[in-house]
């Protein structure tokens, strides 16, 4: 049971680039979430999901999109990277609404 | 809206002194309150919630609705209790995080 596993660990862009940060989830969750975390601010919502196929905005949406194809997959796409998108990137999934968040072990995304 | 408040970026605390880390919200519902803490190079993990008015490491953390508060509190610090935590509320269907507090607590 690996719990939710995100890839890749850590990743150098060059502004204007585009990326797929992956997460993976093996317990069927149905919740699923992107966060950024930057010094200062804590965790700040991107995107969520409550089932597949569902997606909606969280606080700072600009910049990203997701999709959920699967129960299992829920990628995070940087269209076109800027330095401001430079942070700690957490998928979190949780069973229900009454569950606490299971968090994967973070990117680490710099763009230069 | 819905809005964590964590008026301490950094707590530092003597070893065996009580520890209370204040967290606050707004919420027009029914809210469901986590604290989280992430130790140093790991992820975050869940402490509590208060559904289920567990104790873990010694944690407890208390619904106050009038004050709308979910203050975390253990009556002895220990060294490794040093860490970030992170007040969470879930609302319809997101969850809201606080901007966290750094526990320090000094041998």
């Known amino acids: 049971n690996a719990g939710v596993t995100q890839t890749p660990k850590f990743q150098v862009l060059k502004t204007g680039q585009s990326m797929t940060l992956q997460c993976a989830q093996d317990?069927?969750?149905?919740?699923m979430s992107w966060y950024r975390q930057d010094p200062g601010m804590g965790l700040r919502l991107i995107h969520y999901?409550?089932?597949?196929?569902?997606?909606d905005q969280g606080e700072v949406p600009n910049g990203y999109n997701v999709s959920r194809s699967t129960t299992e997959d829920f990628p995070l796409r940087l269209l076109s990277a800027a330095p401001s998108q430079t942070s700690v990137y957490f998928c979190?999934?949780?069973?229900?609404?009454?569950?606490?968040?299971?968090f994967g072990s973070g990117t680490r995304l710099t763009v230069v | 809206a819905q809005r964590v408040t964590q008026p301490e970026k950094l707590l530092s605390v003597f070893k065996g002194a009580p520890v209370e880390l204040k967290c606050n919200y707004s919420y027009s519902g029914s809210p469901e309150l986590f604290w989280y803490v992430q130790y140093s190079r790991q992820r975050l993990q869940l402490l509590l919630r208060?559904?289920s008015r567990e104790s873990i490491k010694g944690f407890t953390a208390d619904l106050n609705k009038g004050e709308t508060s979910f203050h975390l509190k253990k009556p002895f610090a220990q060294e490794e209790d040093s860490a970030m935590y992170y007040c969470a509320l879930r609302g319809y269907q997101k969850v809201t995080f606080g901007t966290g507090t750094k526990l320090q607590v000094i041998p």
């Open positions: 317990m069927n969750h149905e919740y």
């Open positions: 979190a999934s949780s069973q229900t609404n009454s569950y606490g968040y299971t």
């Open positions: 999901s409550v089932g597949a196929g569902i997606t």
């Open positions: 208060h559904i």
